[in-house]
């Protein structure tokens, strides 16, 4: 099971971003598939995730209505478009699954993170 995260960089506030993680050793349709971000010296934390079968959502309130978490099965790639990107959301972003349906439990495999840096 690997999971590499890619699409990180540096943008200026209000642009915007996609991210991708690309699943290799595993069909990623069938798992939930979460997005985490991680500022140094703070908690990491969760951002989005799409489970497994249904593809329903959930984002963080800090994000909600700017990023979109989404899944191409034919590529076994889950996405991270992220728009009106602020300052804040500067961070250290990974991708990650618990290798279960469902985005409730705990990950268990994790990408090596992407790093996105927002100016102002």
């Known amino acids: 099971v690997q999971l590499q995260a890619s699409g990180g960089g540096l943008v200026q506030a209000g642009g915007s971003l996609r991210l991708s993680c690309t699943a290799s050793?595993?069909?990623?349709?069938?798992?939930?598939i979460a997005w985490l971000r991680q500022v140094p010296g703070k908690d990491r934390e969760g951002v989005a995730c799409?489970?497994?079968?249904?593809?329903?959502?959930t984002y963080a309130d800090s994000v909600k209505g700017r990023f979109t978490i989404s899944r191409d099965n034919a590529k076994n790639t889950v996405y991270l478009q992220m728009n009106e990107l602020k300052p804040d959301d500067t961070a250290i972003y990974y991708c990650?699954?618990?290798?279960?349906?469902?985005?409730?439990?705990?990950?268990?495999?994790w990408g090596e993170g992407t790093q996105v840096t927002v100016s102002s």
């Open positions: 990650a699954t618990p290798l279960e349906r469902l985005c409730t439990y705990g990950m268990s495999y």
């Open positions: 050793g595993f069909t990623l349709d069938n798992y939930a």
């Open positions: 799409v489970n497994g079968g249904d593809a329903s959502t």
